[in-house]
């Protein structure tokens, strides 16, 4: 009981929901996932990658909800815990997890500060002429400024932590259940207009007509990794939350919910980004600047659209607050559960502190270290490659495995079955099967294709 108190006792089932979805939703959706699709060449790749969310990725969400759910404890203790019977070489995934935690949170910090740049120029473009705050040219400006991202990323962690350490969390939740449902309306204005642009049936027949020879030998392993990211899996994320669920609350149907969403909303980011993309330059763009490069010039030519790109950027800075504060919050709860001692205060400003010192890093990645080309990419997209492409398997293929082998069938079935709910009866089997044997052996075939793609 005392430490269901320090984890924060949790509150309504829809609290839990917004709380998962928040988390879920972010930068991801909105920032990375258009332009992944545009590297790995359109239909073919959306196709997998809607398949691997459903298939793999849903299960795996729910392996992680029950793990956090049946133990009461974060990552860290959890597979610890089941390290005993599955190896226990396994705690390395978890500890794995909460490094990669702050280092992810470190690199979204950066394109959050990234955010914040284009929500002030939005709102200094009231007071001045439009043109001084022209996209393009602010863009560059933003770029070739590595200290102005790092201050931006730096201002954006200050706010994390900030939340995180009042515990004032329940409000901002009460916040963003306004600001969400205004940015749902706000992106689907925007699909409409975007919908109407010329290139549009260009564009959906990039987006949805699966052309597998643009696949690359990466391609299954990029769909795979995207998905671990975009639905929080393999961060220990989605363990905390479950550990926050209540008794009567059943994972598999919110784990299923969270990946729907998560998934729809990746949909219709892509149907909104790429219309404007294809206006703007008729290539694909492959660029992590993709979206912060067509979405504020478009605007701005419109009427009414400072107001407009104003509302937007506040909304997505919100969605990517919220998911900054659950990678911030997961750090924060598995050390203060191996750490008894450790209050919840200093323990997430050290954390917090730690990731804004590694953002120095993609901080400066445009301007500093410009000329660093690793692989011929830049810092940035290297360090992103080398945490979503490479650990972020490894890691969530851990956990996973963890759970596999260190829980006897009769208690899997105990976590999964919902008496009350006929369809998990039917799903049991599916998921058991899943877990076992098609998640593992696809994320290695991902892994292996991915090393192949590193000789030809
Ligand atoms: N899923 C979030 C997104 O899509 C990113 C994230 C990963 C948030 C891990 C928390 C934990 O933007
Ligand atoms: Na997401």
Known sequence: MSSNVRRGAWRTRFGFYLLAIGSACGLGNLWRFPYV????????????YVFMSLAIGAPMLINELIMGKTSRRSVLVATQRLSEKAG??????????VI?????????????????????????????????????????????????????????????IVVVVKGVQE????????????????????????????????????LFYPDFSKLTWSSLNHAIGHVFFTLSVGFGTMVTFGSYMKEDDHAP????????????????????????????????????????????????GIRGGTLFGLAFFVCLYMAALNASIGLLEVVVSNWVDVQKKMQRGPAT?????????????????????????????????????????????LIALGILMAYNWGTTDK????????????????????????SRWVAPGVIILGLLMQVLDLFF
Request: glycine fraction near 6%.
């Open 37 to 48: 699709v545009g590297e790995n060449g359109g239909g073919a790749f959306v196709l997998i």
């Open 253 to 300: 149907t919110a784990g299923f919910r969270v990946t729907v969403v998560d998934t729809v909303i990746s949909l219709i980011a892509v149907v909104m980004i790429f219309p404007l993309a294809f206006q703007a330059s008729n290539v694909p763009l492959t660029d992590p600047a993709l979206m912060f490069e067509v979405l504020p010039r478009y605007l701005l």
């Open 411 to 434: 208690e899997k079935e105990l976590n999964f079955v919902d008496k009350d709910k006929f369809v998990s009866y039917t799903m049991y089997p599916h998921w058991y099967f899943i």
């Open 349 to 393: 400003w050290y954390s917090g502190l730690a990731a804004l010192s590694f953002a120095i890093l993609p901080a400066l990645s445009s301007s500093v270290f410009k000329e660093v080309r690793l692989g011929g990419r830049s810092l940035i997209e290297a360090l992103d490659s080398l945490l979503i492409n490479w650990m972020l398997p």
């Open 100 to 160: 990669l935690s702050i280092i992810v949170l470190s690199y979204y910090a950066v394109i959050s500060g990234w955010v914040l740049h284009f929500l002030t120029q939005f709102l200094i473009s009231f007071f001045s002429p439009p043109e001084i705050v022209t996209a393009k040219t602010n863009l560059a400006a933003l770029m070739s400024n590595g200290w102005l991202q790092f201050m931006l990323a730096s201002a954006h962690l200050l706010i994390t």
């Open 171 to 206: 409000g901002l939740e009460k916040f963003i259940s306004y600001t969400m449902p205004l940015f749902a309306t706000l992106v689907l204005l925007l699909v409409l207009r975007s919908f109407s642009l010329p290139s549009t049936p260009e564009v959906l027949r990039f």
């Open 88 to 97: 226990r070489g396994f705690r390395w995934a978890g500890r794995f997890s």
